[in-house]
């Protein structure tokens, strides 16, 4: 049996493996929250992976990748957010 954080790993490896076949068949775009989103995750999951092999390049990698990945989903959110406050009825 596997270790859990292998597993973690191997499937964050997939996640990403499969964000970039689907990005190059152009079945996903890369402006996609959802790719960002993905990513970001995967990213995460290899880090903690990377952490318990002490993969220093790795970690440095996928942190850089989690963290870009991460943010465009932050601004979507808050673009999102601000767009449907200014839609509101103003009161008065």
């Known amino acids: 049996m596997l270790p ?7 499937c964050s490896a997939l996640v990403t493996l499969s964000c970039f076949i689907l990005n190059q068949y152009k079945k996903v775009s890369i402006d996609d929250v959802r790719y960002d989103l993905a990513n970001g995750l995967a990213a995460l999951g290899l880090v903690s992976y990377a952490f318990s092999i002490h993969a220093i390049p790795f970690i440095l990698t996928n942190t850089v990748w989690a963290l870009v990945s991460l943010s465009d989903v932050a601004r979507y959110v808050w673009n999102r957010k601000r767009v449907r406050l200014a839609a509101r009825p103003k009161a008065g």
């Not at 859990?4 to 191997?10: A, D, K, M, Q, S």
């Open 4 to 10: 859990p954080l292998e597993i973690v790993g191997i």
